[in-house]
């Protein structure tokens, strides 16, 4: 019988969703969703100075943003402080764990007499913190799917506390007892949790029970080489949602940092990351996050969207409506969504006030074209993109001595106040000639 695949995603609920963690949910839901599998959402709460409500409601939006379904949870771990307690008891009755008052300078003391790479050993008392009894002979061996085999000598390894002495349980206990509950198969997770792991081995040992497969992912870096933060763009799921990335593109780019496509495919839709995914093929190193190379990935997303579609997500995120005739004419130049209101919104607001673009481009030198294109553009007739780039280029072609930017960019700069804007002769087209006309007037009342 073929192994139903479980995997989870566990996160501390400490603020936005971490772009490393947003890839931890992303590789652990892909692989279950290719075989077949589940996978469950557990918030790790027991630090219940930092798992507030609004924190955990934080990782449920950036989730329900990126698209990813859990088929069980979320599940608190808090809430499992019964079973934690009753198999911590179990461990101390059973002579596996033991109290210990020991203190750093204890454990310091202790390997000044037995020598510095050797592991502490505690003797049992009736109170104080819980430790896990380490054997003296052996090894405990990480398998891990990315990196292969690591081997853990028990002789240097200390004793670990698992418990308070409240009897409140520590992360490495808690986290093995909750993986060994929920049945889950598969530990996908960051590169920084690989210390912790022989650690869980033993609690697994110790209750008898068989360990699931591990996968440490590389940790993401910017384009620096240095670790992942702020300064190089973003650093949580909703700050990539506020720069306008749509959640197909993200889940696309962050599939790729550090796995790839056999093909070496970059444009992959979610239903050929699930087709494809297999966590065998992540790269030991770190992988490198670029927002440059997302916000390329996300354009080619955008242009891939109807019309209809992109105004939809447009018009949410900013609030407008009737915005299509401008996504129309914005659509091959904008790369995120949060690019098009700079790019168009003078097609609703009115010019932007940009002084340099005013004093280059609407200055005595080009008053002249303006105002033949300003005569030419109020007898076009019909009003649409292709009359009024005829017309306009027989304005540029008047004077031998006229580039087309001489006559365009005064009239970008009356409609739009600058010279960033979608194309001049749709421009125009979309705002109507009795719009476009007052504008110019005005710039030339004004230049």
């Known amino acids: 019988m073929t192994e139903t695949i479980v995997t989870r995603f566990a996160p501390s ?3 936005f969703l971490h772009i490393g963690g947003a890839r931890t949910a992303l590789f652990n839901w892909l692989y279950a969703r290719a075989r077949g599998g589940k996978m469950l959402l557990r918030i790790e709460d027991t630090d219940r100075e930092r798992s507030t409500p609004e924190n955990v409601a934080q ?3 950036a989730l329900a943003w990126l698209e990813l379904d859990y088929d069980e949870g979320p599940i608190s771990q808090l809430s499992r402080t019964e079973r934690h307690q009753e198999l911590l008891q179990q461990l101390l009755d059973e002579g596996k764990a033991y109290r210990s008052n020991a203190t750093g300078e204890d454990v ?3 390997k000044s007499v037995h020598g510095a790479d050797k592991g502490f050993r505690g003797e049992a008392e009736a109170e104080g913190a819980v430790r896990l009894r380490v054997p003296d002979e052996g090894s405990t061996t990480v398998h891990d799917i990315i990196r292969g085999d690591t081997v853990f000598q028990h002789v240097h390894m200390d004793d670990p506390v698992i418990a308070r002495a409240d009897s409140s349980v520590l992360y490495n206990f808690a986290v093995a007892v909750d993986d060994l509950d929920a049945g889950i198969t598969h530990v ?7 210390s912790n792991t022989p650690k869980q081995l033993l609690v697994y040992e110790a209750l008898g029970a068989a360990a699931p497969a591990f996968a440490h ?3 993401l870096h910017g384009p620096d080489g240095k670790k992942l933060s702020k300064r190089h763009g973003a650093a949580s799921v909703q700050e990539l949602r506020d720069a306008g990335f749509l959640p197909a593109a993200v889940r696309n780019y962050l599939a790729l940092l550090g796995w790839g496509a056999a093909d070496d495919q970059t444009i992959l839709s979610t239903e050929e990351l699930v087709t494809q995914f297999d966590v065998a093929r992540v790269q030991k190193n770190p992988a490198q996050f670029d927002v440059k190379k997302l916000t390329w990935l996300n354009g080619q997303y955008v242009r891939a969207m109807s019309v209809d579609e992109l105004t939809a997500a447009l ?8 915005l299509r005739e401008a996504v129309a004419i914005s659509q091959e130049k904008i790369g995120t969504l949060a690019d098009f209101w700079p790019l168009a919104g003078f097609l609703f607001d009115g010019p932007v006030d940009d002084e340099q673009a005013r004093e280059k481009w609407l200055d005595a030198n080009h008053r002249h074209a303006l105002v033949q294109a300003r005569e030419a553009l109020a007898h076009v007739e019909p009003f649409a993109v292709g009359p009024i780039e005829l017309a306009l280029r027989e304005v540029v072609e008047a004077d031998p001595e006229r580039k087309p930017k001489d006559v365009f960019q005064p009239i970008r700069v ?9 194309g001049i002769f749709e421009s125009l087209a979309v705002l109507g000639r009795e719009a476009s006309l007052q504008r110019l007037d005005a710039a030339l009342a004004t230049s």
Not at 316 to 322: A, K, P, Q, V
């Open 217 to 219: 992912l590389p940790l």
């Open 414 to 422: 009356a409609l739009a106040g600058t010279t960033i804007s979608p």
């Open 108 to 110: 310091k003391a202790y």
């Open 13 to 15: 609920p400490t603020g």
């Open 59 to 61: 990782i449920l939006d």
């Open 188 to 194: 996908v997770r960051g590169e920084d949790h690989l």
């Open 315 to 322: 018009e949410t995120f900013t609030g407008r409506s009737g």
